[in-house]
């Protein structure tokens, strides 16, 4: 899929674990661990905005797009 | 939960005693139309025993022929059952929704087309052997199982767009 989940960059500029993560923002850790490794279909919107509220930062630092 | 459980085990033991009972019907007609060769004398004593007056070649042509169509019902009905209890063996697995039973209902309508197309045949045996009299298959339409046709095709769509609907919905974060 040309979308990439890049939630491991900002967790490690955050200093952040995926465990910390979902317990911060109340979705399982195998959840999370599904998004990570790109093996998600679809993420909601209430997710990425979890995700951005707790991590600081914007949904574009998390998908990025890659032509195939 | 209880009920639902006794509703799923009632309907796989139907299923089963139907797919038995579809089986015996099978090899008595199987069994029929080798004796009306094999035991031909036989075979037409039975004849005018079941009352049919008339030719008696014709008799015995229409009775071969309503045998042939025997088989071609308990084939249908062979395809129909298996997939029925493959179905229901899936609801008692506890995920009856998946891309497989979607199939299977379609097959169930395709089996159901084609036993529905089965008048047709039956109704050129009870034209072309008048000597069958009663015995001749009853050649009257059913709406009701073209309808039955109809709505299990629809169903079997319905059901393919939920599986996709829930697979998409499985792998959304």
Redesign the interface.
């Known amino acids: 899929m040309p979308i990439i989940v890049t939630l491991d960059a900002v967790l490690d500029r955050k200093g952040m674990t995926l465990t910390q993560l979902s317990e911060a923002i109340d ?1 399982t850790l195998a ?2 661990s ?2 990570k490794t790109g ?6 919107f209430s ?1 990425l905005e979890a995700i951005c509220r707790v991590l600081d930062c914007q949904p574009g630092e998390i998908l990025t797009f890659e032509r195939d | 939960m209880i009920n639902r459980d006794k509703l799923v085990r009632s309907s796989a033991l139907a299923v089963r005693v139907a797919s038995i009972a579809n089986g015996a019907f099978l090899l008595a007609v199987a069994l029929g139309l080798a004796a009306s060769w094999v035991m031909a004398g036989r075979f037409t004593t039975l004849l005018l025993g079941a009352g049919a007056g008339g030719d008696l070649a014709q008799m015995t042509a229409g009775a071969r022929w309503m045998l042939v169509l025997g088989l071609a019902m308990a084939a249908g009905a062979f395809v129909l059952l298996r997939e029925l209890g493959a179905m229901v063996a899936s609801v008692s697995a506890g995920d009856p929704f998946v891309a497989a039973n979607a199939d299977r209902l379609r097959r169930i309508g395709w089996a159901l087309l084609f036993l529905q197309l089965l008048d047709i045949p039956g109704y050129l045996i009870r034209w072309s052997f008048p000597a069958l009299g009663n015995a001749a298959p009853d050649a009257g339409m059913s709406p009701g199982g073209w309808i039955a046709v109809l709505m299990v095709f629809v169903l079997a769509r319905i059901f393919a767009a939920g599986t996709a609907l829930r ?2 919905l ?4």
């Open positions: 979705i959840n999370l599904i998004l093996k998600a279909k679809a993420i909601r997710t | 697979d998409d499985e792998g959304t974060i």
